[in-house]
């Protein structure tokens, strides 16, 4: 008796259904699987009801097949059995050396044909092995292609099957969704026909290599275009590639907008650092013409110093300005209802505006309140007002309007929210797109005698007011500014403490110590203060002034202080100080806004800061403002 | 002792059978009585298929009867049950009585063949 030889695979139990209806047959095959007999189980019936029965019960793993049944025969016997045991393994076994017969079953799903009397056991057995594997193998090609199609269908990104030359052979609904178009219709389309004229030379190119990465503009057949990523593998079958592709344009256009708004901060920090250097030489220049003013000998030389005192006024004017688009300018917030700032103004945009120009303003009343700078909205007001006016040399229409808008969609430009909205149309020249695209950019203008400065001072104004400004253009057709800013209620309906403007030059007699590391401007303003009866002892920093500090007997009613300064800066400074004499008030003067003083971590009330340049009118009435509340 | 190669014909080939069953005489043993047990039976529905003219009946018992012919390794048999079953296909009754009559005779043959195979112990 032979031997037969076994691997692992052997030794694991086979269950076989033999489905034979010859008593004889099924004996000689039941013999033949005898050896060996642990690695078989099998279960003999005799008719199709009976296989049909025990299929309902059982999965085994193969089943030998006799076609001619008392109860159904030939090419139907295997379809029922197919369709009762998809995932059994079927080999049949037939007396019909039939080939037709043979390769239709195989073709239907059956692994093997055997002729009865020409096999012995281990060819039978081995047969049955194999059929086995071919059935597993072709279950997980099965499953890996539905896993592949279910990837296909349901995919996001757009998945294309392309011909060598860029037919379009097969495709998921991502894909054409990306090009406008159901799949069918995508279906037998030219990939070249969507794209800029030249990619065919980039076709070519990746057909030639293995794979490839890249963009490309997809132009559909509405005229509009997205921006295409794609991802792509060469010959995935002979002379197909294959496409992955992805819509990128909402991304590209927030990238654009993130970039567009990442110069703007640029610019900013860079605007605020320019102004903050010049309000210190202004303070300089003012602080040194005031006491020119206040010594001038004749009319003549009073006359000169006030000129110079108006030409600062003018200077930092501008920085203001400059340091609204980088907004650090120092805001006096409380809460607005917008259509009485407009009325406030309405007059000044008439005279604006001149005869030419036709004025409608339409302010919806209770649109709600928003907490903004009054100064600053009007300057906003007559800044969107003089732009229009400019786009409008030959006369037109400027509508102001004032409404609620409720924004319920996420938009890059726009979160969600209630605000309240001023627009601002005029019928004027309107801009191209690459004039918006720039148009809040600090010195850019299309005029010749422009600043540069009117509309980046309004963007900067509204971003420092928590709200939004968007434009919409046309040329020839007029433009519309729209500013939203957010609604304020409940809880935020706190009116924030105003700054008093009340300016007034009043004698004192206190001792101050006054840090600066600008030695003009410390000088001037020593001067000053000591014209006003206060006894000032001075320092060029910080740790000269702790110096000063601990050796000093008297009492110092006031440190008025720079922030940024060599050696030990201003919160170094103001911390001994609160330390060591506690009694000692705090007067903190910068050339940036206040918000830079909270930056360097000096805890202070804001009326306890004065903006440079400031006149010297201005200190004098804020250092009795702290010492007589200090009283 | 008759020797599986004095019992080869161009009926049976009892070396192809025993190496089928790999010399395992008691299969050998149990399929032959089997056979003997079953073929009556077997020619029997054939015979009766002729006698009522009913072709398809005929054409199912000679498939049978041909695959265990095939197994045992009985050519002759196997064709002539082969030539009974396309008989059945095509509907012709004619002849086949005479067919039936040598299937018989050969399968008579064959088992005195296979008893001699198991008489003989089966030996080379």
């Keep these: 008796m032979s031997t037969l030889v076994m691997d692992s695979r052997q030794t694991e139990l086979l269950r076989v259904l033999l489905v034979e209806d010859n008593a004889v047959d099924a004996k000689f095959i039941t013999g033949l699987l005898r050896v060996p007999t642990a690695t078989l189980q099998c279960k003999h019936v005799t008719r199709l009801a009976e296989a049909l029965g025990h299929l309902e019960r059982n999965h085994p793993d193969v089943i030998l097949l006799d076609l001619n049944l008392e109860d159904s025969a030939g090419y139907e016997t295997f379809y029922r059995i197919r369709q009762a045991a998809s995932r059994a393994a079927i080999l049949v076994l037939s007396g019909s050396d039939d080939e037709d017969l043979a390769i239709k079953t195989v073709r239907e799903g059956a692994q093997d044909y055997l002729v009865k009397g020409t096999f012995d056991g281990r060819l039978l057995l081995r047969s049955i092995r194999y059929a086995i594997e071919r059935k597993r193998t072709a279950e997980a090609l099965r499953q890996s292609e539905a896993t592949v199609r279910a990837i296909f269908e349901n995919s996001l990104e757009g998945i294309v099957i392309f011909s060598g030359n860029g037919i379009c052979l097969e495709a998921n609904d991502a894909a054409g969704a990306l090009v406008n178009l159901s799949r069918k219709e995508l279906i037998g389309c030219r990939l070249c026909d969507f794209c800029e004229k030249g990619f065919e030379q980039v076709w070519a190119e990746l057909s030639a290599s293995e794979s490839g990465r890249g963009q490309f503009w997809a132009h559909l057949k509405n005229g509009s275009r997205r921006l295409v990523d794609y991802c792509f593998t060469a010959n995935i079958l002979p002379g197909q590639h294959l496409a992955m592709l992805r819509d990128i344009t909402e991304q590209q256009d927030m990238e654009e907008q993130l970039r567009d708004s990442q110069k703007m901060e640029a610019v900013g920090r860079l605007a605020g650092g320019v102004a903050h250097d010049f309000n210190n030489i202004l303070g300089i220049i003012s602080g040194h013409a005031e006491l020119l003013e206040s010594s001038a000998s004749n009319p003549a030389e009073r006359g000169r110093a006030e000129k110079i005192i108006s030409a600062t006024e003018k200077a930092a004017s501008l920085t203001r300005q400059l340091l609204a688009f980088g907004r650090k300018q120092v805001m006096s917030l409380k809460l607005l209802d917008l259509s009485t700032v407009l009325e406030g103004v309405s007059s000044m945009v008439d005279c604006l505006m001149g005869a030419e120009v036709q004025i409608s303003i339409q302010a919806t009343k209770d649109v709600g309140l928003v907490r903004a700078d009054q100064s600053q909205m009007e300057q906003v007001i007559m800044n969107l007002a003089a732009n229009a006016r400019e786009a409008m040399p030959e006369g037109g229409t400027l509508t102001i309007t004032i409404d609620q808008y409720v924004n319920s969609t996420d938009q890059p430009e726009l979160p969600p929210g209630e605000y309240v909205r001023l627009s601002i149309n005029d019928t004027g020249t309107g801009m191209s797109q690459e004039v918006q695209s720039r148009i809040f950019e600090p010195f850019f203008t299309t005029k010749k005698t422009g600043s540069g400065l009117g509309l980046s001072t309004v963007y900067g104004i509204v971003k420092q007011s928590g709200g939004y400004i968007t434009v919409q253009s046309e040329a020839q057709r007029g433009s519309t500014f729209s500013v939203y800013l957010p609604v304020i209620s409940g809880s935020d309906l706190n009116p924030a403490p105003s700054e008093s403007r009340k300016r007034s030059h009043v004698p004192g007699h206190e001792t101050i110590l006054l840090v600066d590391n600008e030695g003009d401007l410390r000088n001037a303003s020593c001067e000053y203060l000591e014209s006003c009866g206060y006894r000032v002892l001075t320092a060029g920093d910080g740790k000269d002034a702790i110096e000063i500090c601990d050796r000093y007997a008297g009492p110092i009613s006031l440190l008025i202080s720079d922030i940024v300064m060599p050696r030990v800066g201003g919160r170094g400074l103001v911390d001994h100080v609160r330390k060591t004499r506690p009694g000692t008030n705090v007067l903190i003067i910068s050339g940036y806004a206040d918000d830079a003083v909270w930056r360097h971590g000096i805890a202070l009330d804001p009326s306890c800061f004065l903006q440079k340049p400031f006149t010297f009118q201005a200190l004098s009435a804020k250092i009795r403002a702290i010492l007589d509340k200090e009283a | ?124």
């Design chain 2, 1 to 124: 002792m008759a020797r599986l190669n004095q019992l080869k014909s161009e009926h049976f080939d009892p070396d192809a059978l025993w190496h089928r069953v790999h010399g395992d005489v008691t299969l050998l043993r149990e399929l032959v009585e089997l056979f003997d047990s079953e073929v009556p039976g077997m020619l029997a529905r054939i015979d009766k298929a002729i006698k009522h003219a009913l072709p398809s009946d005929l054409e199912k018992a000679s498939h049978k009867i041909k695959g265990s012919m095939l197994q045992f390794s009985a050519h002759a048999a196997a064709a002539i049950a082969l030539n009974l079953e396309k008989n059945g296909q095509i509907g012709a009754i004619a002849g086949a009585a005479e067919l039936l009559q040598k299937l018989q005779q050969e399968i008579s043959e064959v088992q005195k063949a296979l008893h001699a195979m198991l008489r003989d112990g089966a030996q080379h």
